[in-house]
T-cell receptor, first 114, second 112 residues
Framework: DGGITQSPKYLFRKEGQNVTLSCEQN?????MYWYRQDPGQGLRLIYY???????QKGDIAEGYSVSREKKESFPLTVTSAQKNPTAFYLC?????????????FGDGTRLSIL | QQQVKQSPQSLIVQKGGIPIINCAYE??????FPWYQQFPGKGPALLIA?????SEKKEGRFTISFNKSAKQFSLHIMDSQPGDSATYFC???????????FGAGTTVTVRA
């Protein structure tokens, strides 16, 4: 089955620690996205990648970093600079980065602070 | 500052009722309006989408109404079922732009 796989499902971070969230897709989509979901705030875009080796900051990129070395993979690192990292993180992909392209989501990673 | 304002935050209906979720926007460049359905612990899934050149679109029991002049659009769930209990998000994006602006979400509970 084609889809987006996010791992781990739950993740705990200690103070001062960087953690990396995995996102893999086998849909052969060019574009991939990372969103942060907080209660009552909808989804906010962290980073976006339209093609391998290229990515752009979204609305709330501070304290986060990404890489796009392979078409199917778009890992997100939550750095120690992100002071409020507790949230539900969602990865998505679309065929291309243009408008009207449905975004397909993974089942998320819930990050908490120890 | 949210570009898409969604209401209500939550609502409860009886089975067979018609929950209605409303969204409003200001950016006249918005050209694509999808709705997503999210179950607890899962990612959102695209439910239905509309472009401003149509005023209504139906897919099964889900209907989008669109009022371009008022810059408002809404989702109606006809003959709602307990399995429709979920959080619904409206969203919008400009033409030729990947960036989706999401509403804050509405949690719908359908009681049996």
């Amino acid at each position: 089955d084609g889809g987006i796989t996010q791992s781990p499902k739950y993740l705990f971070r200690k103070e001062g620690q960087n953690v990396t969230l995995s996102c893999e897709q086998n849909l052969n989509h060019d574009a991939m996205y990372w969103y942060r979901q907080d209660p009552g705030q909808g989804l906010r875009l962290i980073y976006y990648s339209q093609i391998v080796n290229d990515f752009q900051k979204g609305d709330i990129a501070e304290g986060y970093s990404v890489s796009r070395e392979k078409k199917e993979s778009f890992p997100l690192t939550v750095t120690s600079a992100q002071k409020n990292p507790t949230a539900f993180y969602l990865c998505a992909s679309s065929i291309t980065g243009g408008s009207n392209q449905p975004q397909h989501f993974g089942d998320g990673t819930r990050l908490s602070i120890l | 500052q949210q570009q898409v304002k969604q209401s209500p935050q939550s609502l409860i209906v009886q089975k067979g009722g018609i929950p209605i979720i409303n969204c409003a926007y200001e950016n006249t460049a918005f050209d694509y309006f999808p709705w997503y359905q999210q179950f607890p612990g899962k990612g959102p899934a695209l439910l239905i989408a509309i472009r401003p050149d149509v005023s209504e679109k139906k897919e099964g029991r889900f209907t989008i109404s669109f009022n371009k002049s008022a810059k408002q659009f809404s989702l109606h769930i006809m003959d709602s079922q307990p399995g429709d209990s979920a959080t619904y998000f409206c969203a919008a994006s400009p033409d030729n732009d990947y960036k989706l602006s999401f509403g804050a979400g509405t949690t719908v509970t359908v009681r049996a």
